[in-house]
């Protein structure tokens, strides 16, 4: 039985794709619509559908023909800022769309279905670590536009016989170990992925957002999760589907928490180079502190292998570094 992977060529979908061949899954079908994926972030024993993961009769048509068992649905707009100026977006991408591969999932009798959400649906937490049983509050569209997706699914669920496993990310970080993959989008927003560029001199410098949020330094707090480590979570979440497990939402973060300041000096550290920061206002949409309460995913036998944010830095580094030269080429 296959697995499809939606926005399978985006950087935390490739990720999956590579754990998932890795685990011995011998075959992977990938949708991708290519707007912030790469084909050549794919091996080339995945087959990749071009287009949209809301298009019914496509989609429908990729699980008839492959034999899908399980869906992996990472396709979504993810950047908290572009949310609050552009919500009506979305929520078509990340919303509207998810109901239409749902319902696709449910008339083609796919009964797996494993969703990226986020933990954007706390908001700004009462209690961190965060549990996941805390209600959901979330402050921004990009919450919003997911929590409303965890809804859907959890209805359908319960209507139609689905098993669903729900990951709420916390900050995904770094790349594959081996090399093969990482955070390739150009206009990246994401803290480590722009502290990184700095460091390289790809950007010349670079923003805190915000320094008087009630944290010890007054920068903001988030767990940051490798990215392989946030893959292995999604195989241990097919398994647990695949053995016949009961729907479940599970944290995806390691429990403890870094301000941005602290992020930032050790990307100066472990990339030896200085650059330049600015103290700049607090960007819209930001919870001041969010990190997780992990253990029902290790409860789960999920053990991360990557869990140092030196070493994530050292990833994200050295990727950075190789899309450079790709791009002299
Ligand atoms: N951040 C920052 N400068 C940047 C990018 C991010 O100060 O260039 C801060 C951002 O305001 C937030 C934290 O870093 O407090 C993590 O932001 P990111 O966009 O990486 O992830 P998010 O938590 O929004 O999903």
Redesign the pocket.
């Known amino acids: 039985m296959a697995v499809l992977v939606t926005g399978g060529a985006g950087y935390i979908g490739s990720h999956m794709v590579l754990a998932l061949l890795d685990a011995g899954q011998d075959e992977v079908v990938v949708i991708d619509d290519l707007s912030t994926g790469f084909a050549w972030a794919l091996p080339p024993e995945v087959t990749l559908v071009q287009g949209d993961m809301g298009d019914q009769a496509l989609v429908a048509e990729t699980i008839r023909r492959h034999k899908v068992d399980a869906i992996a649905h990472f396709a979504a707009k993810i950047v908290?800022p572009d949310s609050v100026t552009d919500p009506l977006g979305y929520y078509l991408n990340n919303t509207v769309k998810s109901r239409a591969l749902i319902e696709t999932a449910v008339r083609e009798g796919v009964r797996h279905v494993i969703f990226s959400s986020t933990a954007?649906v706390y908001g700004e937490p009462a209690v961190v670590p965060v549990p996941e049983d805390l209600p959901t509050n979330p402050i921004n569209p990009y919450g919003r536009s997911k929590l409303m997706t965890e809804w859907m699914l959890a209805d359908a669920a319960r209507a139609h016989g689905l098993a669903t496993v729900v990951l709420r990310y916390f900050?995904v970080a770094g790349a594959d170990p081996r090399g093969r993959s990482g955070q390739s989008t150009p206009n990246a927003?994401?803290?480590?992925k722009?502290a990184t560029q700095a460091a390289l001199g790809t950007r010349s410098h670079?923003?805190?957002?915000?320094t008087d949020y009630p944290t010890p330094d007054g920068?903001?707090l988030?767990d940051y999760i490798q990215v392989s480590d946030l893959a292995d979570a999604h195989l241990v979440a097919l398994n647990h589907l695949r053995g016949g497990g009961e729907s479940l939402t599970l944290n995806c973060g390691y429990g403890q928490g870094y301000s941005?300041l602290e992020v930032i000096q050790v990307v100066k550290e472990v990339s030896g180079r200085d650059f330049e920061v600015r103290l700049s206002p607090r960007?819209p949409g930001?919870p001041s502190r969010i990190v997780a309460e992990a253990e029902r995913i290790r409860g789960l036998g999920w053990t991360p292998r990557h869990d140092d944010l030196r070493a994530i830095v050292s990833q994200a580094l050295a990727w950075e570094g190789s899309l450079a030269t790709r791009n002299q080429r």
């Open positions: 908290v954007a900050n927003t994401h803290l480590i722009v670079m923003e805190v957002f915000g920068s903001c988030r941005v960007r930001d």
